[in-house]
T-cell receptor, first 115, second 117 residues
Framework: EAGVTQFPSHSVIEKGQTVTLRCDPI?????LYWYRRVMGKEIKFLLH????????ESGMPNNRFLAERTGGTYSTLKVQPAELEDSGVYFC?????????????FGSGTRLTVV | AQKVTQAQTEISVVEKEDVTLDCVYE???????LFWYKQPPSGELVFLIR??????QNEISGRYSWNFQKSTSSFNFTITASQVVDSAVYFC??????????????FGKGTKLTVNP
């Protein structure tokens, strides 16, 4: 089966611009998560979708971040306007159920650099 | 609050040496999962193991082994006879049940392992 796919793999944008990251989960996985790792720090949870609904968005840093999952398939994470501190690696993961029992599959991440 | 501590920031060993990566966690949940992920230079997070909190049996998979000790809240990872291909950043993670009934992972900061030929 295909894994979790993220696009683009790298993005370099100027401060103040907008960037949209995309994640395609494993087919049939209702649960989709976004995480990010800011340089030198832990990988931190951003939000969790169950199908098209946001189950938990407690990790979203501020209202410059907007995540969507229309139709319950792929998801997008938009940063508008981007700031320097948004630089980092953004990971997407998907799972069959809400609990960790059957594990999470992560994508390769999108490395975002804001200059 | 849930927390994962990987005290070793970087470890450097010579090929064929054994190496242990430490992981200590804090949780308020009675049921939880512990994970190890590997991040090679290519960037993806590769799943290595998932352990249920009720299962304290140690596990061995080839050159990899994991020691789960609930009494000390530790879930250490040992690579036996390390190889250059083991060079990567290794993350320990803990599941946390959210108020909404779903789950997220809490990660440690990672340990960068370099295996030199």
């Amino acid at each position: 089966e295909a894994g979790v796919t993220q696009f683009p793999s790298h993005s370099v944008i100027e401060k103040g611009q907008t960037v949209t990251l995309r994640c395609d989960p494993i087919s049939g996985h209702d649960n989709l998560y976004w995480y990010r790792r800011v340089m030198g720090k832990e990988i931190k949870f951003l939000l969790h979708f169950v199908k098209e609904s946001k189950q938990d968005e407690s990790g979203m840093p501020n209202n410059r971040f907007l995540a969507e999952r229309t139709g319950g398939t792929y998801s997008t994470l938009k940063v508008q306007p981007a700031e320097l501190e948004d630089s980092g690696v953004y990971f997407c993961a998907s799972s069959l159920d809400r609990q960790g029992g059957r594990g999470y599959t992560f994508g390769s991440g999108t490395r975002l650099t804001v200059v | 609050a849930q927390k994962v501590t990987q005290a070793q920031t970087e470890i450097s060993v010579v090929e064929k040496e054994d190496v242990t990566l430490d992981c200590v966690y804090e949780t308020r949940d009675t049921t939880y999962y512990l994970f190890w992920y590997k991040q090679p230079p290519s960037g993806e997070l590769v799943f290595l193991i998932r352990r249920n909190s009720f299962d304290e049996q140690n596990e061995i998979s080839g050159r990899y082994s994991w020691n789960f000790q609930k009494s000390t809240s530790s879930f250490n990872f040992t690579i036996t006879a390390s190889q250059v291909v083991d060079s990567a950043v290794y993350f320990c993670a803990l599941s946390e049940t959210t108020q909404g009934g779903s789950e997220k992972l809490v990660f440690g900061k990672g340990t960068k392992l370099t295996v030199n030929p």
